[in-house]
């Protein structure tokens, strides 16, 4: 059987602190690949099954319902969890987010600029994102001189 090297501590899975695709960390430990070892293929669902902890755990059993977890393939596990903790974002929704966005109370420029583009990732602007960019940047700052 190959041996399965795991580097760090993983704890629990919590959605409060992490995203689940961050969260997932056989890539960084080498396993996530497919194999067609079936001892290799059980023993990463059931590492990844022991450490996502009992919240986790419980909703993807409902996910999974009426088929338990360690029935179920390892990759098929991952893209219920990934359905069910980052749903595809709604564009309109996210356009408000980045349209209504205002530079905080001392917040640096650098800072604004970076919290625009993060809100800009799921608007859909395309071939548009830079132009969307630098026109809101440049009407929501609230110091003329810079404006000009």
Do not use: W
């Not at 977890?69 to 709604?90: G, Q, R, S, W």
């Not at 905080?104 to 960019?133: G, P």
């Amino acid at each position: 059987m190959a041996r399965i090297g795991l580097f760090g501590c993983v704890g629990e899975f919590s959605p409060e602190r992490e995203t689940f695709c961050c969260y997932v960390f056989f890539v960084a430990n080498n396993i996530m690949e497919e194999t067609a070892n079936l001892a290799v293929a059980n023993r990463k669902r059931a590492i990844f099954l022991t450490k996502i902890g009992p919240e986790a755990y419980s909703t993807l059993s409902n996910l999974l319902a009426p088929v338990k977890p360690k029935d179920t393939p390892f990759a098929d596990i991952v893209k219920a969890l990934e359905k069910h903790y980052n749903p595809a974002a709604l564009e309109i929704a996210e356009s408000f987010h980045f349209e209504t966005r205002y530079p905080k109370q001392d917040e640096s420029i650098t800072d604004f600029i970076v919290a625009l583009k993060k809100l800009s990732i799921h608007c859909n602007y395309r071939e548009f994102l830079n132009r969307a960019l630098r026109d809101h940047f440049v009407c929501r700052l609230n110091n003329p001189n810079i404006q000009n």
